[in-house]
């Protein structure tokens, strides 16, 4: 695959947007706040996220109240948004995209990402951004119950040789109640390292801390690093420095619990590296609460890591 460059002086410019419209508030904030100049070509993923008589869940129904007069390009069929993103991209020279990760699930985004690489021909630069959530307390109850955990897609399923060496496994730490801990006991890895966020509300370190037992799990508790969320770019300098550290002698496997921003970086890492580096998804439902979902309102930050493609 190809290399990407970090931009760091930064072209504000935005041709193109790319979004969601999920149930979550927050899926539309950059949209409204950032993304409604008309001279911009937006893009959006529908989520149709309504219950079985057609109501909205939580605020998807504001959502599309918010996007519709921005008059945006809306597909609720995957494959077909990415044909529209592909036409998008294809009619403009030197695109500046901007893509709002925050509410999309980490299958699509992983697709995403692949399509990106794939029409880097067309990109002058690739914003990713992020608008994290406003802390709501998890309850801790109950393990919750796994839903699927595995490669997040076929592609990120790795080389052919590749359990064929000691597996290191890279985790971000999330708030969900022991999701690390059931990942480190099933894989059985030979090194583990752990990527812990902090940096947007201290409420969250305490809960961080609770839902992972306290990191216990850590061997080595000199591998457990600490991350700022709001500085996306050593995350990603530093993630992409292990993993070529340790994919020498080892099978690397990426499992980005946590924040989306965490998400998008290893994939990003594992796009470049293809196909050595695994990404594994971990998905979950409520044991207490199964057949429920949560808002989420966004703390009104933005974080973003800004790249272009090398020659």
Known sequence: MSEIIPVLDVDDRTTVFVGCIGYEDRSTY?????????GIVRILFDYRAVDALGVGLCS??????????????????????LELLASGLEAQRDANLVIDITSFDRAKLAKLILEIFNLKNALSQVRLMYSPRVFEPLEMVKFDVVQSFGPVLP???????GFEKPLSLILGAGYEYGKAVGAVDTLEPDHIYCFRPTGTDPRF???????NVNFGFMDNQENLFRYDLN????????????VQYESVEHSVLLLPLGPKLFAALCLLVATVQH???MVWRHSTVSAAQPETIADAKTTGSIVEFAFHFSD
């Open 30 to 38: 950059l949209l409204r706040e950032r993304f409604s100049d008309p």
């Open 60 to 81: 998807y129904d504001r959502n599309v109240e918010i996007a519709e007069p921005l008059n945006p390009k809306c597909e609720c069929d995957f494959t077909k948004f």
């Open 155 to 161: 592609e990120f399923f790795g080389s052919a040789d």
């Open 205 to 211: 370190d305490r809960h961080i801390d609770l839902a």
């Open 231 to 242: 500085d996306a770019y050593s995350l990603y300098s530093d993630l992409r420095r292990l």
């Open 275 to 277: 196909p050595m580096v």
